[in-house]
């Protein structure tokens, strides 16, 4: 039995907007549970950490340093998991300006994670400046100039998290039962879709322009002026690969509001992206052959850093490649989820080699993450799981909205 497509509706009825959130914000199910117990400590340890990194300075907490000033907080929580955002403006130039309507069930939820993955990110972002409130500069030009790419980036990042929002907000209007908003905000719907595609294929392209300034800092395998395609193709299978993932997670826990219909074309729907994410891969692997070739890199190949090139490129990129093209072929759906996790992780080690690890990869000092930094990012992503799992748990995201939403349409 699936929960009722707006459960919550009665008891609004008699309450005003405000005391309808209030009651909303109150804690529903067991508390006792594996990731809560897990979580919660990381959490406020986090928290304490953030604290003092905004008391006693950034030094206090990490190892950055004004020879390494990008550390995990740049490296992981903003340039790989915008990566992982990828998936919104995929799903969504595939559903509402293709009209491909069997992805539909899973666009809003997408979009939920971009939003927050964003929001997020832009917090670790904060973290990791020295002086953090200077981050209005590059969004004013300061320093910078208008024709810098970091001041393209940082309104790339706020205009498309403004869009994501809006694109979610008809699910928000149907929490609160709002309709004359839900329709207005309905009808902006496509306009937020154009607006956030644009932004985000230049903001995915532009973090890898950002990279273009440090050629003789970053080690000549992971180096190329191709950089910002090889970022925008990368998110593609990167934020389709997390789709599947989070998905066969979500249809877990939250099976109750899944509906039967909804279910049962889930195979089919991760069949099909495992099929985008395969010639994505093949894509970008190809690019990247050109790319060496060109730079006739032979001689670095047999040395430490070609090996870990080599693992980079052989053990998670093709090979996931070729699990994605057979899952597809036959219909395989586990190695589709276990084709996910390896292209996840392989997001993950690029975007690392290319800000941190493949970054002054010949000084006589490398960095490493001290366990405070890695403790905050992991609290990070723990609060958007959270706040994830608060939403799905009361709007209309994985299940069906209500008739009266639908009409409006």
């Not at 300034?213 to 970053?218: G, S, T, V, W």
């Not at 925008?232 to 990167?238: C, D, Y």
Request: aromatic share 16%; proline share 4%.
């Amino acid at each position: 039995m699936t929960s009722p497509a707006y459960p919550i509706t009665k008891e609004k009825q008699n309450q005003s907007t405000w005391q309808f959130i209030l009651s909303e914000l109150k804690p529903r199910g067991k508390w006792l549970t594996p990731f809560n117990v897990i979580s919660i400590p990381i959490i406020l340890t986090g928290l304490v950490l953030i604290v003092i990194r905004f008391t006693q300075g950034l030094g206090a907490v990490s190892n950055v340093s004004q020879e390494i000033p990008w550390g995990l907080w740049k490296g992981f929580n903003v340039v790989t998991g915008v990566a992982f955002a990828g998936g919104a403006y995929v799903l969504t130039f595939i559903v509402y300006i293709l009209k491909v309507e069997k992805y539909h069930s899973i666009v809003r939820v997408t979009v939920l994670n971009g939003f927050l993955a964003y929001l997020f990110y832009a917090g670790a972002l904060v973290l990791d400046l020295g002086k953090p409130w200077n981050i209005f500069n590059p969004l004013i030009g300061n320093s910078f100039g208008a024709s810098s790419v970091l001041f393209l980036v940082a309104w790339h990042f706020v205009l498309y998290i403004i869009a994501q929002f809006l694109e979610f907000s008809p699910a928000v209007a149907e929490w609160l039962g709002t309709k004359r908003a839900h329709k207005i905000l309905s009808g902006l719907t496509i306009g937020a879709v154009i607006f956030g595609i644009t932004l985000s294929t230049l903001h995915q392209s532009g973090l890898g322009a950002l990279f273009l300034m440090a050629k003789a800092k970053i080690h000549p395998l992971w180096y190329s002026e191709f950089i910002p395609l090889l970022f925008l193709v990368s998110s593609v299978f990167a934020g389709l690969s997390m789709v599947i993932f989070e998905g066969s997670i979500s249809q877990k826990v939250f099976f109750n509001q899944i509906t039967e219909k909804n279910r049962k074309a889930r195979n089919n729907i991760v069949q099909s992206l495992s099929k985008i994410c395969a010639f994505a891969m093949f894509a970008y692997f190809f690019m990247h052959v050109l790319v060496f070739v060109h730079g006739q890199h032979y001689n670095l190949l047999n040395t430490p850093m070609g090996y870990w090139y080599l693992l980079e490129m052989l053990g998670f990129v093709l090979f996931p490649m070729i699990l994605y093209f057979y899952s597809f072929r036959s219909g395989k759906i586990l190695l589709t989820k276990i084709a996910a996790v390896i292209t996840i992780l392989g997001i993950i080690l690029n975007r690392l080699n290319v800000s941190i690890i493949a970054f002054r990869w010949d000084a006589a000092t490398h960095y490493v993450p001290s366990w405070m930094e890695i403790v905050v990012s992991i609290s990070i992503i723990l609060i958007q799981i959270w706040i994830f799992r608060w939403i799905i748990n009361r709007m209309p995201v994985l299940r069906e909205s209500p008739s009266w939403a639908k009409n409006n349409h």
